[in-house]
């Protein structure tokens, strides 16, 4: 089949079940973003394997990352009370504990990429959940992944009809300071779109943009970075045509915190 068409349709059922899944309730959405954090925990420490100066456990990176986000899904869903995810603790000083009896090199070295895992994957779905659980009603988080896949869509389109000046060459040979612009300004276009057609909060939504673009734009320039000096092309192979789940959520891991930020300080300040 050919591979733009593989893309395509790999892609569609990929924005068809996060849409799905955050449009019908908390339990929904907690439940995809769960499959999502377990498979990117998996491949962030897979990506490792073939290291030869680090040593990480996949399984233990996975198992605990994976407890910590059930602990947070489990309490917004309102299945535990908000005291049992001081667990998250000890089971953070477990996992260094383990060095002492793994017995491999560079423990500080692989202690650092353990709890990177941890913040890079753990942590911006964890925020998601809190998010959607205060928003459901509002579509805020679908709100956010349109705009970030917006800028996706339209930097990479921006880039191949104008793109002549690249962005950060060593590191994304293929983008460009064309595209580059050209994502934000859709971004932001889009941006009031939404606001225009939900809640004439402008404000808000504009400033979102303006938060959300850049940082899809770093998010993808980040994944790049970790890809290029492990000298890998794709974090896995789970999506036809894109990669693995952390190739396709690039921008959102790291745009979610920034956006929270915002999205707490506007609704409570």
């Not at 068409?5 to 019908?24: D, E, K, W």
């Not at 477990?94 to 990177?116: A, C, D, I, Q």
């Not at 992944?145 to 793109?163: E, S």
């Not at 934000?184 to 939404?194: E, G, R, S, Y």
């Amino acid at each position: 089949m050919n591979n733009i068409l593989v893309r395509a349709l790999s892609g569609a059922f990929f924005v068809a079940l996060v849409i799905g899944s955050l449009s019908y309730n908390l339990l929904t959405t907690v439940s995809c973003l769960s499959l999502f954090t377990l498979l990117g925990l998996n491949e962030f420490y897979n990506l490792f394997k073939s290291s030869n100066t680090v040593s990480v456990s996949t399984f233990l990176g996975t198992f605990v990352g994976f407890a910590i986000f059930s602990l947070f899904g489990a309490n917004q869903l309102g299945f535990i009370p908000e005291i049992y995810i001081l667990l998250t603790i000890p089971l953070l000083f477990l996992s260094m504990v383990t060095e002492l009896w793994r017995m491999k090199e560079n423990p500080l070295l692989n202690l650092g990429v353990l709890f990177l895992g941890f913040m890079y994957v753990v942590v911006p779905f964890v925020l998601m959940i809190f998010m959607q659980a205060q928003t459901i009603e509002s579509y805020t988080l679908i709100f956010m992944f349109l705009l970030i896949w917006t800028n996706d869509t339209f930097a990479y389109l921006t880039g191949r009809w104008l793109g002549k000046t690249k962005l950060i060459e060593r590191i994304s040979p293929n983008k460009t300071w064309e595209g580059t612009i050209g994502g934000i300004v859709m971004t932001f276009v889009v941006a009031l779109v939404i606001a225009y057609f939900n809640d004439q909060n402008y404000l808000f939504w504009g400033i979102s943009a303006v938060i959300i673009a850049p940082g899809a734009i770093y998010g993808d320039l980040l994944e790049s970075l970790f890809k290029r000096s492990l000298n890998i092309k794709d974090t896995g192979n789970i999506m036809p045509g894109h990669g693995g789940i952390l190739d396709r959520f690039d921008a959102v891991l790291f745009t979610v915190p920034f956006f929270f930020c915002w999205w707490l300080f506007y609704t409570y300040f």
